[in-house]
């Protein structure tokens, strides 16, 4: 661990909601960490970068040299209503970040790119990393197009492709659907218009996904794709109720059809069990009542 702490990490869309929770824990490793951000920042270590053009990857990466690369920089909502945008920061950012990496005289460690559990689509039950993937929506299939095209770097970088399901934390942005729970509480509303809340998804802890990534930088695994969940899903009742527990009042929640999306399933939870193989399970240590607490409290 002495000399893996000494390492430069660079990191894409440091700045994002995971960025900015990777950069603080890496640094607390002991990590050199550096990355791209969409405009300039005050940090010397951040760079502005437009990820649609390649030559700036090159530039930063040639000038930093890193051992470790996570790319994180992406369209992440899925409702976002620019389409073509979508397709083109999620494939064709990632295709230049490879090229530019390709281009290096070095060969990183290990480059983490981060998918989404999105490509399995509207799948039943616990998704593990054989099932053949069936996006329902651009997010998601852009995600899958942008896995196809990784896996032709595969004989040339050390690449880890991750899909993580559902995680929230400090700092995730109000349209998503903890965090609009939490501030309502905040804000001592007393009511709530929600989708169907009583489907089961996973809602993880940021830093355990961080903790995931970290743990898998520095692991054996390279040329593979990999779940990064923890198995357990809740209903959005319970985090209400927990949230009610908390804040010590009842809220009014009202089911609003426009919320909700068509054929939506039950129970979506992720398979662990690759992940557990490789970086082992310490999923217990992040409970949704520490991270609501965590938001509701910052």
């Given at each position: 661990m002495?000399?893996?702490?000494?390492?430069?990490?660079?990191?894409?869309?440091i700045?994002?909601?995971?960025g900015?929770h990777?950069?603080k824990?890496?640094?607390?490793?002991g990590?050199?960490?550096?990355?791209?951000?969409?405009n300039?920042?005050?940090n010397?270590?951040?760079?502005?970068?437009?990820?649609?053009?390649?030559?700036?990857?090159?530039?930063?990466?040639?000038?930093?040299?890193?051992?470790?690369?996570?790319?994180?920089?992406?369209?992440?909502?899925?409702?976002?209503?620019?389409k073509?945008?979508?397709?083109?920061v999620?494939?064709?950012?990632t295709?230049?970040?490879?090229?530019?990496?390709?281009?290096?005289?070095y060969?990183?460690?290990?480059?983490?790119?981060?998918?989404?559990?999105?490509?399995?689509?509207?799948?039943?039950?616990?998704?593990?990393?054989?099932?053949?993937?069936?996006?329902?929506?651009?997010?998601?299939?852009?995600?899958?197009?942008?896995?196809?095209?990784?896996?032709?770097?595969?004989?040339?970088?050390?690449?880890?492709?991750?899909?993580?399901?559902?995680?929230?934390?400090?700092?995730?942005?109000?349209?998503?659907?903890?965090?609009?729970?939490?501030?309502?509480?905040?804000?001592?509303?007393?009511?709530?218009?929600?989708?169907?809340?009583?489907v089961?998804?996973?809602?993880?802890?940021?830093?355990?996904v961080?903790?995931?990534?970290?743990?898998?930088l520095?692991?054996?695994?390279?040329?593979?794709i990999?779940?990064?969940?923890?198995?357990?899903?809740?209903?959005?009742?319970y985090?209400?109720?927990?949230?009610?527990n908390?804040?010590?009042?009842?809220?009014?929640?009202?089911v609003?059809?426009?919320?909700?999306?068509k054929?939506?399933?039950?129970?979506?939870?992720?398979?662990?069990?690759?992940?557990?193989?490789?970086?082992?399970?310490?999923?217990?240590?992040?409970?949704?009542?520490?991270?609501?607490?965590?938001?509701?409290?910052?």
């Amino acid at each position: 661990m002495e000399a893996l702490s000494k390492k430069k990490v660079f990191i894409t869309g440091i700045n994002g909601f995971t960025g900015v929770h990777l950069e603080k824990h890496l640094l607390q490793k002991g990590f050199e960490v550096f990355g791209t951000t969409l405009n300039k920042s005050d940090n010397p270590k951040h760079f502005p970068c437009d990820i649609l053009k390649e030559e700036d990857f090159h530039s930063i990466l040639n000038t930093i040299k890193p051992e470790y690369v996570v790319h994180l920089a992406a369209i992440s909502f899925v409702a976002s209503k620019d389409k073509q945008n979508i397709y083109n920061v999620n494939i064709f950012g990632t295709l230049n970040l490879l090229e530019a990496l390709n281009k290096l005289d070095y060969i990183p460690n290990k480059i983490l790119i981060a998918s989404s559990a999105a490509v399995y689509g509207n799948i039943e039950g616990e998704l593990d990393e054989s099932m053949c993937p069936q996006p329902v929506n651009h997010y998601g299939n852009s995600k899958l197009v942008m896995e196809n095209m990784i896996k032709s770097y595969f004989e040339k970088q050390n690449i880890i492709i991750t899909r993580p399901f559902n995680y929230t934390g400090i700092g995730q942005e109000p349209h998503f659907l903890v965090p609009k729970i939490v501030s309502h509480f905040k804000e001592n509303k007393s009511d709530i218009s929600l989708g169907n809340i009583d489907v089961y998804r996973e809602f993880n802890d940021v830093d355990y996904v961080i903790e995931c990534y970290e743990k898998l930088l520095i692991s054996n695994l390279k040329s593979d794709i990999i779940n990064v969940c923890s198995g357990k899903a809740l209903n959005i009742k319970y985090i209400i109720n927990s949230m009610e527990n908390l804040a010590n009042y009842k809220i009014d929640v009202t089911v609003n059809p426009d919320f909700i999306r068509k054929n939506e399933i039950k129970t979506l939870i992720g398979s662990n069990k690759k992940l557990i193989s490789v970086i082992g399970d310490f999923s217990s240590n992040y409970k949704i009542e520490g991270t609501l607490k965590k938001m509701y409290k910052h």
